[in-house]
């Protein structure tokens, strides 16, 4: 099953999870600490967020480092921007419009 | 677009809504009536190469505008505002659906609550529009419409961290 950005931010505890290591890399206890839920789920979040390329772990010593690949998130912000690009050429339309009408009434 | 002017375009899942910001160089009276007379909207309402065609349009409460989005292979989309408050030269709002040639309601077909609210800002006019939608399978629907990808996304804490990212 090929995994996306939008898999790893389609479920809140992920959003929660990329939220909280988007500062500082932690590793899984640290994250499971900041959630209800059992540690096996976190671990089970986190396999997901590693498939979708969001996150990548880093090892150091004997421990595991979750980080986050902030560079992925831009994905994204692309996929919103076609709504943007959508309006943005409406209202481009409304400002030529708008300059003729304004001439028109000189 | 003059950069100068205010964009931002923002999605709410939490809320159902979307919202959008922007500024245009004109005074309030002539933006009011480029987005409530129907000759106007013919010419800028439809993102290209799309075109506008109203068919009706009576802008009162209770009133309605029905016209279709025109593609450039002639398809024809057609859709209704039903206008329910208007505040002349302030603020309207309207139930958008989607509809048959004839105005027949497209029931299982998204619909979605229109605010807009006009500020005067001297040379300068802003519009703010806030489109809700009764559920977030009904604004997924939407966007979907579109865009066929990437569906179960967005936002929340994400928006903040968005603009961080930009820089």
Not at chain 2, 79 to 104: C, M, R
């Amino acid at each position: 099953m090929r995994r996306d950005i939008f898999q790893a931010i389609a479920d809140p505890t992920r959003r929660a999870i990329i939220l909280l290591i988007a500062s500082q890399a932690m590793t899984p206890n640290a994250i499971a600490e900041h959630f209800d839920t059992t540690r096996q789920a976190i671990s089970k979040h986190l396999h997901i967020l590693v498939e979708c390329e969001l996150v990548r772990q880093d090892h150091q010593g004997r421990e595991i480092y979750y980080r986050l690949e902030l560079t992925k998130m831009k994905e994204i912000d692309q996929w919103l921007d076609q709504f943007r690009k959508l309006w943005e050429s409406r209202f481009n339309e409304l400002d030529n419009v708008l300059a003729t009408l304004k001439n028109d009434r000189k | 677009m003059n950069s100068n002017l205010a964009f931002d375009f923002s999605v709410d899942k939490a809320n159902n809504t979307i919202t959008v910001k922007r500024e245009f160089a004109a005074e309030l009276p002539l933006v009011w009536d480029a987005y409530t007379k129907s000759e106007i909207l013919d010419q800028w309402w439809a993102p290209k190469p799309w075109k506008a065609r109203t068919k009706t349009m009576d802008f009162r409460e209770g009133g309605h505008w029905h016209y279709a989005m025109v593609g450039p292979e002639g398809e024809e989309h057609w859709s209704w505002i039903d206008y329910q408050h208007i505040q002349p030269q302030q603020n309207f709002k309207g139930l958008d659906a989607f509809v048959e040639p004839d105005g027949t309601l497209k029931t299982d077909w998204p619909r979605s609550a229109w605010d807009v609210t006009f500020a005067d800002k001297g040379e300068v006019t802003l519009v703010e529009i806030n489109i809700s939608y009764d559920d977030l399978a009904q604004l997924e629907a939407t966007l979907q419409m579109g865009f066929k990808e990437g569906l179960s996304m967005a936002m929340e804490g994400l928006d903040e961290l968005l603009p961080s990212l930009k820089k």
